[in-house]
């Protein structure tokens, strides 16, 4: 089973304020989402996140999201090729559910279906 791409890429920041101006800066628009606990963007297609502190899920770096038609289907092959979840799915609004998992050299592979 294929994935449709990479469509967002959430940030940890420590300060959102001025992660804000600079990813303003960088791509050129303003934000789509501007929120006390998340700032997104939409740039070129793709949808870009400022979480402050890492949000909930404790991201420590930044983390690429897949997107899949399957989330369910997409995690037991990814399981049984070795890696592990690290973020349960579960909705984040508009229908959109979104799940991590660890690849075996601890890099973070996220995923997301709409």
Known sequence: MTTQGITTVLHPVADLAKA???YTAL????????EPYYVGYEAGGQHIGLVP???????TSPVAYWKVADL????AELTAAGASV???PHEVGGGRIVAAVT???GNVLGLLQD
């Open 27 to 34: 791509l050129g628009v303003a934000p789509v989402v501007d």
């Open 20 to 22: 804000k101006e600079v």
């Open 72 to 75: 369910s289907a997409k995690l």
């Open 53 to 59: 502190g890492g949000g909930p899920q404790g991201m």
């Open 86 to 88: 690290s973020e349960e």
């Open 103 to 105: 690849d075996v050299d």
